[in-house]
C-alpha cells in the first residue's frame, strides 16, 4: 500500500512540475525586462512592482514564451526605418503574435490592475 502511495505521489510531483515548467518557461530577464517597462508606464511604487508582477504572471500564463519573443521582435522591428520593418509590419504571424500578447495584457489589466 505504501509503494503505492510513493508512486503516486511521485507521478503527482512529476506531473505539476512539468505544468510549472510549461507555464514558467519565460527566463527571469525577461519577466525582469517587463516588470521594468511596466512600472516606468504605471510608476515605481511598491504597489506597481506587485501589480507588473502579476501582470507578467499572466502574461505567461497564457502565450508561450516564443511566441511572446515573436510578438516582441515584431514590435521592435517595425519601428525601424526601410524595407526590412515592412516585413515586420505586414507579417500575419508577427500580427497575430502581437495580438495574441496583447489580448494577454488586457486580460493581466482586468486581473492586476
Same mark, same amino acid.
Not at 505504501?2 to 510531483?13: K, N, Q, W
Not at 525577461?30 to 511596466?38: D, I, K, L, P, S
Not at 502579476?54 to 525601424?80: F, G, K, N
Not at 500580427?95 to 495584457?105: C, G, L, M, Y
Given at each position: $500500500?505504501?509503494?503505492? %502511495?510513493?508512486?503516486?505521489?511521485? !507521478?503527482? @510531483? %512529476?506531473?505539476?512540475?512539468?505544468?510549472?515548467?510549461? &507555464?514558467?518557461?519565460? =527566463?527571469? #530577464?525577461? *519577466?525582469?525586462?517587463? @516588470?521594468?517597462?511596466? $512600472?516606468?508606464?504605471?510608476?515605481?511604487?511598491?504597489?506597481?512592482?506587485?501589480?507588473? #508582477?502579476?501582470?507578467?504572471?499572466? !502574461?505567461?500564463? %497564457?502565450? =508561450?514564451?516564443?511566441?511572446?519573443?515573436?510578438?516582441?521582435?515584431? %514590435?521592435?522591428?517595425?519601428?525601424?526605418?526601410?524595407?526590412?520593418?515592412?516585413?515586420?509590419?505586414?507579417?500575419?504571424?508577427?500580427? #497575430?503574435?502581437?495580438?495574441? &500578447? *496583447?489580448?494577454?495584457?488586457?486580460?493581466?489589466? &482586468? *486581473?492586476?490592475?
Amino acid at each position: $500500500m505504501t509503494g503505492y %502511495l510513493v508512486a503516486f505521489a511521485a !507521478v503527482t @510531483v %512529476l506531473s505539476g512540475s512539468a505544468r510549472a515548467a510549461e &507555464v514558467n518557461d519565460y =527566463p527571469t #530577464s525577461a *519577466r525582469a525586462e517587463y @516588470v521594468f517597462g511596466c $512600472m516606468k508606464a504605471n510608476g515605481e511604487t511598491r504597489q506597481s512592482i506587485e501589480q507588473c #508582477s502579476c501582470s507578467i504572471d499572466v !502574461v505567461a500564463s %497564457l502565450v =508561450p514564451y516564443t511566441r511572446y519573443i515573436t510578438a516582441e521582435t515584431a %514590435l521592435s522591428m517595425s519601428q525601424v526605418r526601410g524595407n526590412l520593418s515592412a516585413q515586420f509590419r505586414t507579417s500575419e504571424q508577427a500580427t #497575430s503574435a502581437i495580438n495574441d &500578447v *496583447r489580448r494577454a495584457q488586457a486580460e493581466a489589466e &482586468v *486581473r492586476c490592475f
